[in-house]
């Protein structure tokens, strides 16, 4: 079965997020249960976490375990982040963010604002 793109980093993430050890691309490569799936895509998949600050990676003997960096709110706040981060006008891209929340996510958001504001 062909994934489309990214979909197995993602599950990757989720097999990595679902336990608090790290875990070691044969462990990864198990918990997915794709027998079809090459050990060797699950370390490139790792490697490529790795290389783009998802992962942290700690030496177990001849091998690398894996952990995540952050959870899954933390890891979508740092790709928002990295978005950000290569605009130039970092303001004008913020104001067509807030202007096209719903309410309800618009109001969730002045609420963090502000208890965050009180917490300085």
């Known amino acids: 079965m062909r994934r489309g793109r990214g979909e197995l980093e993602a599950e990757v993430l989720a097999v990595l997020w679902q336990h608090d050890a790290p ?8 918990r997915l249960g794709d027998d079809a799936l090459a050990y060797t895509t699950v370390v ?11 992962l942290t990676r700690e030496k177990q003997g001849r091998m690398f375990a894996y952990r995540p960096v952050d959870d899954p709110a933390g890891l979508a706040a ?11 006008n ?3 891209v913020l104001a067509r963010f807030v202007s096209n929340l719903p309410p309800g996510d618009e109001q969730a958001l002045l609420q963090l604002l502000q208890s965050d504001r009180g917490n300085r």
């Open 78 to 88: 740092r790709r928002m982040r990295a978005v950000l981060d290569n605009e130039d």
């Open 44 to 54: 490139t998949i790792l490697s490529r976490l790795h290389e783009k600050g998802v």
């Open 23 to 30: 875990a070691t691309a044969a462990d990864v490569r198990e």
């Open 90 to 92: 970092r303001e004008s």
